[in-house]
C-alpha cells in the first residue's frame, strides 16, 4: 500500500484529482468507482475545475458508486443519488446513461445487487476506486465483521454509522438502517484503489489499516491485498502511524516513471 501524507485535505484533493485526471487522459473510456461522505468534497470540486479550466471531459467515462440508502427517494438530501449530482455530476459531462449508483428503492434488492455486479463486468470492471473510511475502519458501507469476500448485498448498519451520519439528515429524522454496497469483494476488484482520509477521527482507523492485522473487525486492513492501493492522508490522519518517515521517504524518492504530475513532495 502506498501511503502519501500531504499538508493539508486541499493539497490531497489535488493529487487525487490529478491521479484521476491522469487516467481519464490516458483511458478515456475509464471505469471509476465513486464515494460519498464529505471526505471526497474537495476531489470531487477538483475534478470540476479540471473539467472547466483544462477541458478534462468526461464523455467517455463510466462511473459505479460504493452505497446507496434503502427507502429514501433519489431527491432526499441525504440520499447518496442526490449527493452526486450536486457535488459531481451536475458540473461535469459524464452521460447520464454511464452512471451507476445502487437503487435504494428497488423492489428486489438480491436481485438488483446481482445486476449491479453484472453492470460492473460488463463494464470491463472498475479501473480506479475512490475511497473513504468509517471511524471503525468500514470501506462503503462494509461495517465492522462484513464478509472480506461480500459482494454488492444489503447491510445494516452500526449504531456508530447511524450517529456518523445524522449530521447529514434533518435533526430528529431516523437515518435508514438499511443500505445496498458493493462488497468488500467488488472493491478489492477494482484495479487500483484511492483512499482519502483526513482530520484526528479518521486516524485510529488509517493506522489499523495500514499497520494492524487484516481483520473483518477493521475491512479496510484487506485493502493489504490489494494490488495497487494508495491512501492519501493529511497530518492529523497520519498521525497514529509508525513508519511516517518512510512513507516521506518513499514518496520524495520516487522514480520518475511513477510520478504523477508535478507531485507536491513534503
Ligand atoms: C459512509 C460512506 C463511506 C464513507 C464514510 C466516511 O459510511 N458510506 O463511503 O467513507 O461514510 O464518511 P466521511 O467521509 O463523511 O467521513
Known amino acids: 500500500m502506498e501511503v502519501i501524507i500531504q499538508p493539508s485535505p486541499d493539497a490531497a484533493a489535488a493529487v487525487a484529482a490529478r491521479i484521476i485526471g491522469d487516467l481519464i487522459r490516458r483511458k478515456p473510456d475509464a471505469v471509476l468507482g465513486l464515494a460519498t461522505g464529505g471526505t471526497p ?17 468526461f464523455s467517455g467515462v463510466t462511473t459505479f458508486n460504493l452505497d446507496e440508502y434503502v427507502g429514501i427517494p433519489p431527491g432526499h438530501p ?9 457535488n459531481l455530476f451536475a458540473h461535469v459531462n459524464v452521460p447520464p446513461g454511464n452512471i451507476h449508483i445502487p437503487d435504494g428503492n428497488t423492489p428486489d434488492i438480491p436481485q438488483f445487487c446481482a ?17 473513504g473510511i468509517g471511524h471503525d475502519g468500514h470501506i462503503g458501507f462494509n461495517e465492522s465483521t462484513s464478509s472480506l469476500v ?23 429524522e431516523p437515518v435508514p438502517r438499511h443500505v445496498i454496497t458493493m462488497g468488500v469483494g467488488t472493491i478489492m476488484d477494482s484495479r487500483t484503489c484511492l483512499m482519502l482520509a483526513f482530520g484526528e477521527g479518521k486516524a485510529k482507523a488509517v ?3 495500514v499497520e494492524g492485522p487484516i481483520t473483518a473487525m477493521c475491512p479496510a486492513s484487506i485493502l493489504q491485498m490489494h ?14 502511524l509508525t513508519r511516517t518517515a518512510y512513507y516521506q521517504h518513499v514518496f520524495a524518492n520516487k522514480p520518475d516513471f511513477q510520478r504523477v504530475s508535478a507531485f507536491p513532495v513534503i
Open 41 to 57: 468534497c474537495g476531489l470531487y470540486k477538483e475534478l470540476i475545475r479540471m473539467h472547466r479550466q483544462e477541458g478534462l471531459d
Open 115 to 131: 445486476r449491479y455486479e453484472e453492470q460492473i463486468r460488463q463494464a470491463g470492471g472498475i479501473d480506479l476506486q475512490v475511497l
Open 78 to 86: 441525504a440520499s447518496y443519488h442526490r449527493f452526486m449530482q450536486e
Open 150 to 172: 461480500s459482494r454488492t448485498r444489503i447491510k445494516t448498519l452500526t449504531e456508530e454509522t447511524l450517529a456518523a451520519n445524522q449530521r447529514f439528515f434533518a435533526p430528529g
Open 207 to 209: 493506522a489499523s489499516m
Open 227 to 240: 494490488r495497487q492501493t494508495s491512501l492519501i492522508l493529511d497530518p492529523p490522519a497520519a498521525s497514529l
